[in-house]
């Protein structure tokens, strides 16, 4: 079959990515008709369609999905190649590409600044998204490493837990609650309550909680930002769950408390996963190696398994 360039197969990638032409040709830097013609060309020597227009929205054929799995596959050996060639140079440059959940932000791009001083030619993408965004970059092979707590139950994966992630429930200091010891968890009934959105891990696993102890809560609000959720509570608007990671930047004595509450912390941990069939580039093992590191330096010099209690 193959008359088909690399160029057109960049443009079919990006704009089945983007699920649109325009976009495609804005993140390529060319016009939309190449965008257009570039396909057109790819569509005949295919002989098939590859997208289909449904109303304003743009949708694979099967022959379009199928090219798409062999196109990242084509793209991710030439990055390889691309970083295993600047290895061999010594030059270190390449990309690297990490999907990552809300809560890791307070340590991920700490650890990347680091790691970007011993590779300072490098490009780096960093997505922060919640545990079902994350999965669906997981399923379509967005990112060289994953960062996240609950792994995806349907996909392979090489995974390696390496911090505590523990949930607590978080509320104003001056909360009733704040500061008694070992109460039940039956003393959140009723309790004005601040949720994640669908889609977050952390809503999971409350309600999972919450549910399995016949526990009814008001939902007041629903915020999709950790840091909106403190907020709220500093404004009285209720109590919530969060990663404990999500307090590092809490002055302890300050607005917020974390409440003592019997079957708190729910405990889970931070995974650091790839997906079983993907060969890591360089630059991604590099990565890989220096944030298990990094994170057990810092663990052994504070003596503990949660970097948010440093
Ligand atoms: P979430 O994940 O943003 O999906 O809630 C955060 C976490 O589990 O720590």
Known sequence: MLPATLHQLKVFETAARQGSFTKAAAELSITQPTVSGQIKQLTQTIGMPLFEHIGRKLYLTEAGEELLTTCKEIFGHL????????ALKGAKQGQLHLGVITTTKYFVPRILGEFCQSYPDIEVSLQVVNHDQLHDR?????DDLYILSNLPGDLEVHSEAFLDNPLVVVARSDHPLAGKTNVPLSALRGEDFISREMGSGTRRAVESLFKSNDIEVQIRLELGSNEAIKQAIAGGLGISVLSRHTLITEPTDGELAVLDIN???IQREW??????????SVIAEAFREFMLKSSQVALQHSGRRSLALL
Do not use: I, R, T, W
């Open 79 to 86: 990055d390889n190649l691309e970083m295993k060639l600047s």
């Open 138 to 142: 997981m399923a379509s092979n967005q």
């Open 263 to 265: 079957h708190f912390p």
């Open 271 to 280: 995974y650091v996963a790839y997906l079983a069939g993907k060969k890591l």
